[in-house]
């Protein structure tokens, strides 16, 4: 069987919204293959919409063994065939072996401006409250591509999301939720198209 150039897999500790919006893309004709969801906790939903829609699905727990579910996450990837790994929603630091046999070729995104608001800690409403305390006009959805350090790999594309006077932390976090898996979309979508080459 020849393989897709593009085959990817999945990380999500929860829902894995922009996850199911890529693999909703890929059925509708995005020229990739979705090989694999796998998630650190059992109770993710993610793992629900992924096996409706025909993808193998595969749970690895990093606790209480780190760097042996690093290395189980690394082979299932490996397993599956993939090479581009999409994080949506996985909480869970990477480890050495799976950043160095992916390396270059994982794709998160960030809910904020990076790298100013970015590092250990710093997710989900963290992020809003940062942008708000800081004051200001904007903030940003970030896919930057995963290294050892916590959203500090390199850029791979940015949308600006406005915020609005009198703007709760809790506003500006469901806009950005309710634009994030479109941009994840658009911006894999431009890599199997040869615009960001850099990136696999």
Excluded: C
Excluded at 39 to 48: G, H, K, M, Q
């Amino acid at each position: 069987m020849n393989q897709h150039p593009f085959r990817l897999g999945f990380l999500a500790s929860g829902g894995g919204s922009s996850a199911r919006a890529i693999v909703e893309a890929i059925a509708a004709g995005l020229p990739a293959e979705a090989r694999v969801l796998v998630s650190n906790r059992r109770d993710a939903p993610a793992l629900v919409w992924a096996a409706e829609a025909g993808l193998a699905t595969q749970v690895i727990p990093t606790l209480p063994d780190p760097d042996a579910a690093d290395t189980a996450l690394a082979d299932a990837l490996t397993a599956h065939g993939v090479n581009l790994v999409i994080l949506s929603g996985y909480l869970r630091k990477l480890g050495p072996v799976t950043l160095e046999r992916f390396a270059g070729h994982i794709l998160n995104v960030h809910p904020g401006p990076l790298p100013e608001f970015g590092g250990a800690g710093m997710y989900g409403s963290r992020v809003h409250h940062a942008v708000l305390a800081a004051g200001l006009t904007a903030s940003a959805i970030v896919i930057h591509v995963v290294d050892g350090d916590y959203d500090q790999g390199p850029e791979v594309a940015r949308m600006v999301v406005p915020v609005r006077p009198g703007d709760t932390a809790a506003d500006l976090e469901a806009r950005v939720r309710a634009a994030e898996p479109a941009f994840f979309v658009e911006t894999v979508s431009a890599v199997v198209a040869g615009k960001l080459p850099a990136v696999i």
